[in-house]
Structures are given as structure tokens and as C-alpha cells.
């Protein structure tokens, strides 16, 4: 059974990096048939799929258009886990980020526990 | 991408059906396969009802189903329970030439 736990600050100063990581039990984070996501929620953009990493043959990213200039997501194959950072941070970040994964059939399951960040100073 | 359009609330009373549509365009829910749907108690994380528009995973009830057609995917819960009163969001593939994902807007689902 495969179980993602987050872990990272919960307030961030405006203009700086927000930074987050999700440890992977029960899978790979190099697994062939898996992907490693980042999501948000806020009450103001809903949830909104940031990116994701995955490893066939060699690494890849993806990241949606309206973070692309900002973000960052790194696998830590040593442990088992993967990384958000996210820079230039504004108040309109401020949301719930979680990971998930997904395999070919595109489903996100699991999901990690949730991480309530704030953007404030 | 535009998130996908959903109905802010439904309700039923236990025991009826409750049918929650998701409408997207041919670039997302009409174009693909890869419609998911997800439940969310109050502080929780999401959870996986229905993939590739009408597929359980283990676990899942029965009384959840999902269908497709054109540009509009449904969600419908039959027999309904207490415990179905949730935030209900639809999910595709959104990608054509670059990986992309949408969500949906968001239902509430009320158990008289």
C-alpha cells in the first residue's frame, strides 16, 4: 500500500522560496509506471495541478504554465521522496499543497496528508 | 486551461440518487478518457472515486458511478448515506502538446 507523507514549513515570507517534501512508502519514487505530483487548494483557485517528476529511463518534469517560471520539483531517489520549491512567493500562493501520485491510468491515489501554507510577513 | 464546470451544490434525501455533471471542452473531458472524480471531507485530502470516467478502485461502492458524454462527464450516487455528504471534484487530462491536468470547480453534495 503505497502512503505519501509531507513534510516543510507552513508560512513563508512573501518573495521567498517555498519548499516542501513527500516521503514515498510502498513504491519507488524511480518506479517505471509511476508519477510524482504537486497540487494545490485555495478557496480562490480551487485545486490546481502544479507539476510532477517521473523517471523512464531518465528523468522527466512537467509543471503547468501558470507556475512554470517558479517552480522546481527534484526526486531524492537516497530517500525515497520528492520536492516542491516554489519561488517568488505571493500572498495568491497561500494555499493547501499536496502530493499524489499517478500511474498510466492517470488517477491521482494516494495523496499526502496536506500542508497548509501561508505567504505573510 | 479553464477549470472544468461543476454545479456548486446537490442534495438528496438518504437513500435517493444525486447526479453531479462536470463540463469541460474537446481539449479535456471530451478528448479523453482520463476523467477522475474525487471525494473531500471537511480537512481532508481528496480521495479517488471513478478513473478513466467510469472505473472503481477497490473499496469504493458500488452505489458511485461514472459516465461520459461528449464534452460533459457525470458522477452519480445512488442509495445515498450520511457519510456521501462531501466536496465532490471532477479531474481530466488536459495536455496536447505538453502534459496538463484540470480540475473541476467544486460540488457540494448535501444528505438531507
Known amino acids: 500500500q503505497v502512503q505519501l507523507q509531507q513534510s516543510g514549513p507552513g508560512l513563508v515570507k512573501p518573495s521567498q522560496t517555498l519548499s516542501l517534501t513527500c516521503a514515498i512508502s510502498g513504491d519507488s519514487v524511480s518506479s517505471n509506471s509511476a508519477a510524482w505530483n504537486w497540487i494545490r487548494q485555495s478557496p480562490s483557485r480551487g485545486l490546481e495541478w502544479l507539476g510532477r517528476t517521473y523517471y523512464r529511463s531518465k528523468w522527466y518534469n512537467d509543471y503547468a504554465v501558470s507556475v512554470k517560471s517558479r517552480i522546481t520539483i527534484n526526486p531524492d531517489t537516497s530517500k525515497n521522496q520528492f520536492s516542491l520549491q516554489l519561488n517568488s512567493v505571493t500572498p495568491e500562493d497561500t494555499a493547501v499543497y499536496y502530493c499524489?501520485?499517478?500511474?498510466?491510468?492517470?488517477?491521482?491515489?494516494?495523496w499526502g496528508q496536506g500542508t497548509l501554507v501561508t505567504v505573510s510577513s | 486551461q479553464s477549470a472544468l464546470t461543476q454545479p456548486p451544490s446537490a442534495s438528496g434525501s438518504p437513500g435517493q440518487s444525486v447526479t453531479i455533471s462536470c463540463t469541460g471542452t474537446?481539449?479535456?473531458?471530451?478528448?479523453?478518457?482520463?476523467v477522475s472524480w474525487y471525494q473531500q471531507h471537511p480537512g481532508k485530502a481528496p480521495k479517488l472515486m471513478i478513473y478513466?470516467?467510469?472505473k472503481r478502485p477497490s473499496g469504493v461502492p458500488d452505489r458511485f458511478s461514472g459516465s461520459k458524454s461528449g464534452n460533459t462527464a457525470s458522477l452519480t450516487v445512488s442509495g445515498l448515506q450520511a457519510e456521501d455528504e462531501a466536496d465532490y471534484y471532477c479531474s481530466s487530462y488536459a495536455g496536447s502538446n505538453n502534459f496538463a491536468y484540470v480540475f473541476g470547480t467544486g460540488t457540494k453534495v448535501t444528505v438531507l
Open positions: 499524489a501520485r499517478h500511474g498510466g491510468d492517470l488517477r491521482f491515489d494516494p
Open positions: 474537446s481539449s479535456d473531458v471530451g478528448g479523453y478518457n482520463y
Open positions: 478513466e470516467v467510469s
